[in-house]
């Protein structure tokens, strides 16, 4: 039998096309929960752009949505968001004081392609909450299933497919307990069979359920303030560590039974623990409101902890809205105190260069003092590069280095529609999947076009 050289060459050109098919499902990052797949703020995707166009990238889809602090997340060509979709009453935001409101927290499912919204499961829920523009957890989703948390902390387990209630939880009622005065923040971790939360009250502020059927596993815990941090899980020591940071202490839980491994004092002014702490090498580091930062030291034989240093007023970041990212013993984060983006060293808190441009998009002071300044910083492993998403609304590809900024590229994507300390912001974290990124903001989600070279 004949076998044409143009036969064969045809057929070869089919594996090729198969292969660089496969390869690039298999670069295809879904981003399911806090911080992406890995929960390290780390987007592994290749072929993506290094700059945008004169007139931005393309935006393939927008669809509306309501008011909502809330990230998206994406999970097998799905993206869910959630939102409040205010009946009556009016927002204001007042550091200090509650704004009650009627109306429905509600849990969307799109179509990544193409935006259509597959499924809203909705229920009623009245807000009495400082800042009440909605729900501020991302939804986790994991094995077919959409874990979400509302800002009154209404725990909800729905089948990722049709939206169906699997199971659900009202922590008010099951741990007798006012929400926090900004609302339930800390998103759900899910993490082998068991889903882990921020909740409050005696003896629960960390709580432990099936995640198949929302059986209580254990809860433990007690502080003033819950805080606003999500669950951890870290391995050191030899073991896994569940770290829980509430407004009192950073603790370390055996993940299986609750049981403290170890606790440091660490209090944040108003119970505001809210970044998530962050893990280099055998040293952890959080920070927050009041000049509050700390590096902890963990021990690599047994499940112990020590402070390594605490900042003084001047010395390393103080950390809100948005985790901050560490690279090479370097923290870059933002300020809560003054809104710039801060590098500084991990060894020892020494403040390396800040800039107002990653936050504010401004090059120089700003006449008056800003607070809660914030960028969610994303690394792009290929590249190297930082894709920031600003409360401007902006999204910026740049470099952080310890020795500065440099900005390469930046596009406008959304209109900030909440306001803080008399500005417009934007305080929705990104999403990046399929090559693209998608973003909310209480008027519009949208899916934008990202990959190098369409």
């Not at 874990?147 to 922590?171: M, P, Q, R, T």
């Not at 903001?441 to 990959?451: F, G, Q, S, T």
Request: charged content about 25%.
């Amino acid at each position: 039998m004949l076998i044409r050289p143009f036969a064969i060459m045809k057929f070869f050109l089919r594996i090729l096309s198969l292969a660089l098919l496969w390869s690039s499902i298999l670069h295809a990052d879904d981003w399911p929960h806090w911080l992406g797949p890995e929960r390290d703020a780390v987007w592994r995707e290749t072929g993506i752009v290094a700059d945008f166009p004169e007139d931005g990238p393309e935006v393939l889809w927008r669809v509306p949505v309501s008011y909502g602090y809330s990230s998206p997340a994406v999970a097998n060509g799905k993206v869910y968001v959630s939102d409040y979709e205010i009946e009556e009453g009016e927002i204001f935001n007042n550091p200090g004081s509650r704004a009650p409101l009627q109306g429905r927290e509600r849990v969307h499912c799109l179509d990544l392609a193409t935006g259509k919204v597959l499924w809203t499961h909705a229920y009623d829920r009245p807000y009495n909450l400082s800042y009440p523009g909605g729900p501020r957890s991302i939804p986790t989703i994991a094995d077919g299933k959409v874990y979400h948390l509302g800002a009154e902390g209404n725990l909800i387990c729905l089948d990722a497919e049709n939206g169906e209630v699997v199971w659900s939880k009202d922590f008010q009622k099951e741990f007798e307990m006012e929400s926090p005065i900004w609302g339930f923040a800390a998103h759900p971790l899910v993490h082998g069979d068991t889903v882990y939360c921020v909740a409050g009250g005696e003896g629960s502020v960390a709580v432990a359920f099936d995640k198949d059927t929302g059986e209580q596993k254990w809860s433990a815990l007690t502080a003033v303030e819950p805080g606003y941090c999500p669950p951890t899980i870290i391995e050191k020591g030899g073991v896994e560590q569940l770290i829980i940071w509430h407004g009192e202490a950073i603790n370390s839980l055996n993940p299986a039974d609750g049981s403290v491994y170890w606790s440091l004092p660490l209090k944040p002014n108003y119970g505001m623990a809210i970044m998530a702490p962050r893990l280099e090498g055998n040293k952890l580091f959080a920070s927050g409101i009041g000049k509050v930062a700390a590096v902890i030291e963990l021990s690599e034989s047994e499940p112990k902890a020590e402070i390594l240093w605490k900042a003084s007023p001047r010395d390393a970041v103080f950390c809100a809205n948005s985790t901050p990212f560490i690279q090479d013993g370097v923290v870059y984060g933002c300020s809560v105190d003054d809104s710039q983006m801060i590098a500084a060293s991990l060894e020892n808190g020494e403040r390396l260069w800040h800039s107002y441009k990653p936050t504010l998009n401004l090059d120089d002071k700003p006449d008056r003092r800003y607070k809660h300044g914030t960028a969610f910083i994303t690394k792009h492993e290929e590249s190297g590069k930082f894709y920031l998403f600003t409360e401007t609304g902006d999204i910026v590809i740049a470099d952080l280095t310890p020795e500065g900024y440099t900005e390469h590229a930046r596009a406008h994507l959304l209109e900030p529609t909440a306001e803080a300390f008399g500005r417009p912001v934007v305080w929705a974290a990104p999403a990046f999947a399929e090559k693209s990124v998608i973003v909310r903001n209480d008027k519009e989600i949208i899916r934008v076009n990202l990959a190098a070279g369409e």
